[in-house]
């Protein structure tokens, strides 16, 4: 949206919504952060809503109108044709509000007509049929309006030089000298007051003569000033006021007067005295921006009926004057009539509103529906050929710049009588429908709830006036509202009873946080702007808006860069991020459909080919549940691509091929419908391999024991012949130990009986 709320020293809810059109207040309770000022609670209210604030908690004044008198549309005697007459608008500062207006043209709307006539010697023959003309104006008007007037005034110029010869016998007779009926030159005559008696119009304008003056431009603007604004003189009524200037020449202007010693301007008020204009010769011409502001205010519609050599002068004036027109007049009037005719069908079918002065700080602006045109916006409302009867409409758009007390203004159409009031008050309060005592413990029962924050009773200060004045020392509280001994609030706020009160930057950033140490604007910049303008800073990391993503939020949300050949984003193993795959680990961009470095699942998946290929296998009884991420398809042959190969229960090799499909461990499997299983065992091999086996098992521990036995016979025959090649000496060997032994046993016994002895070796007795 391009609402903004620029708030500049906002401290509450009045502030806020005084600072800008689209400014709204949240009212909730702890809706600021941390040292966050209540200036955080003001922003637009879309702002407000993102940051969770309840569309119930958001103040946001509305301007309102309300009609005060509204009498409907009618014709007739006593015709109504613009409504509501009054209204009354309450209006939010700088915030538009429209409301509408109804114009509907009635049928026999009254109208006056003052027919000013240029007196000048060259409109002779003009005045001759003008004088004849009363009758035919007012039945040409009668043809309109039942209730028709008719007035006449004239006008040559000043009466000094370099205007008018000042001679006195000129000022006399102004005319030439051949000239019989000629009347002394004047400045503007108010001849015949508006009426409804055409032959005392032909009456008073045969008693008109001709006058003269010296230059060309005439002082038609003097006298058009004086018959808009002497309007009891005039006699002007409640009608549409129509001025037919009828002249063969230009006219002077303000500021032409100094060439007659005239430097005082013109003051815009009546000064006829006998029906002539007093002061002709004291006051200067008026401006054409001052007759065209006196015209629209008493709501006079002038028709230039002029001749052919000053078309040009007058259109041009026209376009400075609203709801005027232009005719070209012949050589002597006569057609006249017909001019005014059509001149006032062309002005009255022209619809114009305006307004008159404004109040200070206070604008308008008009949108016309007129009918099947489109409608059209500007500093007027103008809508063109409007028929009798036909109801047209114009949004009125009002904006107060500031807030006001009540004032007033007033809206019509040019060429109408008819006004709408409009009185104005601004809404620069809020309105938050709050019982003070309500949440009297939110404020820490040392202040009230105003609008959303607190307001502290005397002694008392903080967010939540939680901080009673001299309770703690200067050196605590500022303790507290220091990050790591750092700058007090970083230096961008201040310690309000040991709370950091962060600061409004002059830079437009939003500064929080405990220690105001964060902001809403350094986070990553991406062309120059703070999160690329498709998010949110919050304390330096991007929040990005719905539809965008990236670390400064960049990259618009799209997936069209991370589908694969069947559509699937980043084949459902990784996320896409400004349109790029981060996949997960192992994956391979651009769509993470390869992984070179993980595992084959075949092994892992065996048991679901065994028991989906052939109904075998540990999982036969829960196949569909167990190997549920597994599409199988059984083919005949499977060609010559790489395929694996697992064992069954029945030692069978299962031949198949599993391909991996997009997402998480989802596969596909082709499943050869042939399996390789190993040749059945001869029974007759098998018994003689058995009985052979046997055989020579039992032949080879037979030639081992053989050989150990061999073996150790050959030990003992050699130990054999090494005993017997010791035989000789065996025999004397034993002898000796014989009679060793005899001896002494003998030696034994002798010591018990003393007849035996040995002597020498014999046994004695």
């Known amino acids: 949206s391009s609402q903004e709320c620029s708030k500049v020293n906002v401290n509450n809810c009045n502030d806020c919504i005084t600072s800008g059109a689209f400014c709204t207040w949240c009212k909730a309770l702890n809706f600021t952060k941390p040292g966050e000022p209540g200036s955080a609670r003001c922003d637009t209210k879309a702002k407000l809503e993102e940051r969770g604030c309840k569309t119930s908690d958001i103040i946001n004044p509305q301007g309102y109108d ?123 005559k ?83 005295i006998g029906n002539q204009y007093s002061k002709s010769n004291e006051l200067d011409y008026p401006s054409v921006g001052q007759l065209a502001q006196t015209l629209s205010e008493k709501n006079i519609q002038p028709i230039f009926a002029v001749t052919e050599n000053t078309k040009q002068v007058y259109e041009d004036l026209t376009k400075m004057i609203p709801k005027s027109a232009v005719g070209v007049l012949s050589s002597d009037s006569s057609n006249v009539v017909t001019l005014i005719q059509h001149a006032y069908d062309s002005l009255s079918s022209t619809v114009i509103v305006g307004h008159n002065q404004l109040p200070e700080g206070v604008t308008v602006t008009y949108t016309s529906i007129c009918g099947d045109e489109r409608p059209t916006t500007g500093s007027q409302g103008r809508c063109s050929n409007v028929k009798i009867n036909q109801e047209i409409t114009f949004n009125v758009t009002v904006t107060a710049g500031n807030c006001m007390g009540e004032q007033s203004f007033e809206i019509r159409p040019l060429g109408f009588t008819e006004t709408m009031v409009v009185k104005i008050s601004t809404r620069c309060q809020c309105e938050c429908d709050e019982n003070p005592d309500s949440h009297k413990d939110y404020c820490t029962n040392a202040g009230n709830v105003m609008c959303g924050i607190c307001s502290c009773n005397a002694g008392y200060v903080g967010q939540k006036c939680e901080c009673k004045v001299g309770q703690k020392t200067e050196r605590d509280l500022t303790l507290a509202c220091r990050k790591d001994n750092g700058t007090i609030c970083s230096g ?37 702007k703070v999160c690329g303008g498709n998010g949110k800073c919050d304390c330096g990391k991007c929040i990005c808006n719905e539809g965008f993503q ?190 060793k032994y005899l001896k002494n046993i003998l030696y034994y016994f002798s010591a018990f009986s003393p007849s035996i002895s040995i002597c020498h070796g014999n046994i004695v007795l």
Request: contains cysteine; hydrophobic residues 30%.
């Open 66 to 188: 309300a009609a005060e008198k509204n009498v409907p549309l009618q014709g007739g005697s006593s015709p109504v044709q613009l409504k509501p007459q009054a209204v009354r608008l309450e209006l939010r500062p700088n915030q538009p509000h429209t409301f509408p207006l109804t114009f509907k043209r009635a049928e026999g709307y009254p109208v006056d007509l003052y027919y000013l006539m240029d007196l000048s010697y060259s409109m002779k023959d003009d005045l001759n049929n003008v004088k004849t003309l009363g009758k035919q104006i007012l039945l040409a008007l009668k043809k309109i309006t039942s209730n028709a007037r008719i007035g006449f005034g004239s006008f040559v110029d000043k009466t000094v030089l370099p205007y008018t010869n000042t001679n006195p016998e000129k000022l006399q007779k102004p005319c030439p000298v051949e000239e019989t009926q000629c009347q002394a030159a004047f400045g503007f």
């Open 492 to 528: 961008l706020g201040d310690c309000v009873c040991g709370v950091c009160s962060c600061h409004a930057s002059e830079d437009g950033r939003k500064i929080y946080g405990k220690y105001c140490e964060c902001d809403d604007m350094n986070c990553e910049l991406h062309r120059g």
């Open 190 to 272: 108010h001849v015949l007051s508006l009426t409804n008696n055409e032959n005392m119009f032909n009456t008073e304008v045969s008693k008109q003569y001709i006058s003269g003056n010296l230059d060309p431009p005439e002082g038609g603007l003097d006298a058009i000033m004086q018959a808009a604004v002497c309007e009891r003189e005039i006699g002007w009524g409640n009608n549409t006021r129509l001025l037919v200037y009828t002249t063969d020449d230009g006219f002077h202007m303000a500021g032409d007067g100094k060439l007659g010693a005239i430097l005082k301007p013109n003051d815009g008020e009546c000064h006829l």
């Open 550 to 739: 990236g670390s400064a939020c960049q990259c618009s949300v799209s997936t069209e860069g991370c589908r694969n050949s069947r559509g699937a984003v980043c084949s459902g193993r990784g996320n896409c991020e400004c349109n790029v795959c981060q996949c997960q680990s192992g994956y391979q961009l651009p769509f993470c459909e390869e992984c070179p470095a993980c595992l084959s699942p075949c092994p892992t998946y065996a048991h679901c080919i065994e028991c989906l290929g052939f109904g075998t296998g540990p999982f036969e009884k829960n196949c569909s549940d167990s190997c549920k991420n597994i599409n199988h398809t059984i083919k005949d042959d499977l060609g010559s691509a790489k395929v694996c190969k697992e064992k069954d229960k029945d030692n069978c090799w299962m031949i198949f091929r599993m391909t991996e499909l997009d997402g998480q461990q989802q596969y596909a499997a082709e499943i050869r419908k042939e399996r390789e299983c190993p040749e059945p065992p001869s029974i007759a091999a098998i018994v003689g391999g058995t009985v052979a086996g046997v055989a020579l098992i039992g032949f080879v521990l037979l030639l081992i024991w053989k050989l150990i036995t061999s073996l150790k016979d050959l030990k003992e025959f050699r130990k054999f012949e090494k005993e017997k090649q010791k035989s000789k000496w065996s025999n004397v060997s034993f002898f000796f130990k014989v009679i």
